[in-house]
């Protein structure tokens, strides 16, 4: 059965700081990966997918994320992160059907609290 | 061009009784999902519709079931509430099945 393992709960960090959120996933099959983000007291926002063609996927406010398949790895990137961006970001797979297209469900990781701190 | 739109965004509902959450989808899409989102779980997948039809399933009790309508909008029932039902219940669409969704607010829903 397909998982999504967020390493860290909770990660700290200094404004104009990089930071890397890892999110690793355990599957048997191809799979579409996503990385979402929610503020409090809202809903999901899709920050990046990965669906095929470049590992390398750069999605909104800054955000990018690699996909390396040996590793099983869609680690979340940002170069220099503002106050703005705290918030809990979730990694989240979409296993493929054999014959094509999506199994639609996602399956999320717990989740990762960034916290930007001035 | 209107998100995704969850009515109510909070609900009260005493333990037994049934409670009904709605989604209107963003136009155009046709494919509408549920999730419950608790501390505990975290986000867990309920169903998804497609076409009026129910595409997949989570790992929940009947107590648990949805629809979808021609225009796409969907609503999740749920029946005989208990306390672990309080959660945040999320609708989210797509145009067709896994090309990435788009979340609505949510329903916070508290069972006393």
């Known amino acids: 059965a397909q998982s999504v393992t967020q390493l860290d709960s909770q990660v700290p960090v200094f404004e104009e700081a990089p930071v890397e959120l890892r999110c690793n996933y355990s599957s048997s099959v191809s799979v579409y990966l996503f990385w979402y983000v929610q503020y409090p007291n809202q809903g999901l926002q899709l920050l990046l997918k990965y669906l095929s063609g470049s590992t390398l996927v750069k999605g909104i406010n800054g955000f990018e994320a690699e996909f390396n398949k040996s590793q099983t790895s869609f680690h979340l990137r940002k170069p220099s992160v503002h106050i703005s961006d705290t918030a809990e970001y979730f990694c989240?797979?979409?296993?493929?059907?054999?014959?094509?297209?999506?199994?639609?469900?996602?399956?999320f990781g717990k989740g990762t609290k960034l916290s930007v701190k001035p | 061009k209107a998100g995704v739109t969850q009515t109510p965004r909070y609900l009260i509902k005493t333990r037994g009784q049934q409670v009904t959450l709605s989604c209107s989808p963003i136009s155009g899409h046709r494919s509408v999902s549920w999730y419950q989102q608790t501390p505990g779980q975290g986000l867990q997948f309920l169903f998804e519709?497609?076409?009026?039809?129910?595409?997949n399933k989570g790992n929940f009790p009947g107590r648990f079931s949805g629809r979808q309508f021609s225009n796409s909008r969907s609503e999740m029932n749920v029946s005989t509430l208990e306390l672990g039902d309080s959660a945040l219940y999320l609708c989210?669409?797509?145009?067709?099945?896994?090309?990435?969704?788009?979340f609505g607010s949510g329903t916070r829903l508290t069972v006393v």
């Open positions: 989210a669409s797509s145009w067709t099945v896994g090309y990435g969704y788009t």
């Open positions: 519709y497609f076409s009026e039809t129910q595409r």
């Open positions: 989240a797979v979409s296993e493929l059907r054999f014959y094509g297209g999506s199994q639609g469900n996602l399956i």
